[in-house]
């Protein structure tokens, strides 16, 4: 999973070995005082996040990986 812009990483609601299906959302991003959730694209586990509370990511960064199941 990817970032789609530029945004402020609002909140982490994921965790590294959760469960997720399709539309359970990840993390929520902040641009232009908008909220974005990120939603999973994929039923899996997170093996990884990439992301911190505090952090800007950029198009194009990486946000979690997702095995599937």
Excluded: C, Q, Y
């Amino acid at each position: 999973m990817v970032a789609e812009l530029v945004a402020n990483v609002l909140k982490v609601t994921a965790r590294a070995g959760d469960t997720v299906g399709p539309e359970d959302t990840l993390v929520i991003l902040e641009s232009m005082k908008m909220e974005i959730p990120v939603l999973a694209e994929v039923a899996g586990t997170i093996v990884e996040l990439k992301v911190v509370e505090g952090e800007v990511v950029r198009d194009g960064d990486p946000i979690a990986v997702i095995e599937e199941k």
